[in-house]
């Protein structure tokens, strides 16, 4: 990590700020993604070791592990049931943006945010993801109403929510903007210790720059 860093400094002290996003969010979307791969998976093991809907887990289970999980699962995902019809929804859409297909991904994940028929977190999640795989073409002002309703919950992915929209602001070159934003999110108390470290490293080049 500490290289990213200091790629991230040389980007700032050249005062390619927008450039330095750009290449950076690629590290917190497949951290994103990856967290939400990992809870989908644990999920869904569980329901199968608790023999829950044992088909489903069998689908499911074989649709990821195959060769093209996205054929695999949209073959199997009308006989999926519960919980997994969620969790193959996800894997879709993380499908799309590990192939490099942004605005599909994006208009996944804001189709899984808009649902009314499960958790606020998923839909939360769903949100957040659409944000950070959106496209380079896609409105800043658009982005920051997203993330808006995030930053001014109590949800566990506000300061996920804060950082991406220090990301914004520095895209506006707005580094005042970014840098009270991470102050902000330094400040959570309920945050992971690797997402405060990122976010005070950030802040200490962003200070220097």
Known sequence: MADIFDEINEE???DRMTALWQRYGKYVIAFVIAVVAGVSLTQGYSYYTQKRDARSADLFFNAILSDDVSVTLEAAKEELSGGYVLLAEFRLAAALAENDQ???AEQHYLSIAARDDIQQIYR???LLLSIMQAPESTQLSDLQTRLDPLIASVSPLKGLALEQAAALDVRRGNKAAAIKKLNELV???DIPASLRQR???ILTVL???
Request: charged share 20%; proline share 0%; no cysteine.
């Open 199 to 201: 976010a005070a490293q």
């Open 207 to 209: 200070d220097n720059s």
């Open 102 to 104: 942004a605005t599909e």
């Open 12 to 14: 700032l002290k050249q």
């Open 187 to 189: 400040a959570l108390t």
């Open 124 to 126: 939360d999640i769903a």
